[in-house]
């Protein structure tokens, strides 16, 4: 039984459109990344300036939910990178597996094509053989 992404092995697109879609994924990942630092940085400000008695409570509490919501986000687009990587593995080894059989049929082939010449060359020293025996 062929397995379900068999059919994309030979299409040099998907496997570009699947770099293509784990470097997408590592971007935003990155990018998630620098949002949470700077969320984590207003959060800072917003305790300071509750510390210094300016009213912040709503701020920080909204600042808190984008923040958890962010980091959320950040581990499914991991999340998502992996699986992306494992299916680009995945491809790689169905396209070394069909390379392997592909060398396995091209070596029995070699091996053929050996002793058919190996047969033809007895054939023509024993035809050789006995041309030169009746010229004596």
């Known amino acids: 039984m062929d397995p379900p992404l068999n059919r994309h092995i030979n299409a040099i697109d998907s496997m570009q459109t699947l770099h293509q879609l784990s470097r997408t994924w590592n971007m ?8 949470s630092e700077r969320l984590g940085f207003l959060l800072s400000t917003a305790t300071k ?3 210094a008695g300016i009213k912040t ?3 920080v509490e909204h600042l808190i939910f984008v923040k958890a919501r962010n980091d959320l986000r950040r581990r499914w687009v991991s999340s998502f990178g992996e699986r992306t990587k494992l299916i680009i593995g995945f491809l790689f080894s169905l396209a070394s597996q069909e390379n392997s059989q592909a060398n396995v049929k091209i070596a ?3 091996r053929f094509i050996a002793r058919e010449t190996q047969r ?3 054939s023509m020293m024993t035809l050789v053989s006995l041309l030169l025996r009746g010229l004596d």
């Open 28 to 35: 935003i990942y990155e990018d998630l990344g620098d949002l």
């Open 120 to 122: 033809d060359n007895s």
């Open 108 to 110: 029995a082939t070699s």
């Open 49 to 51: 300036l509750s510390d």
């Open 57 to 59: 409570h709503s701020t």
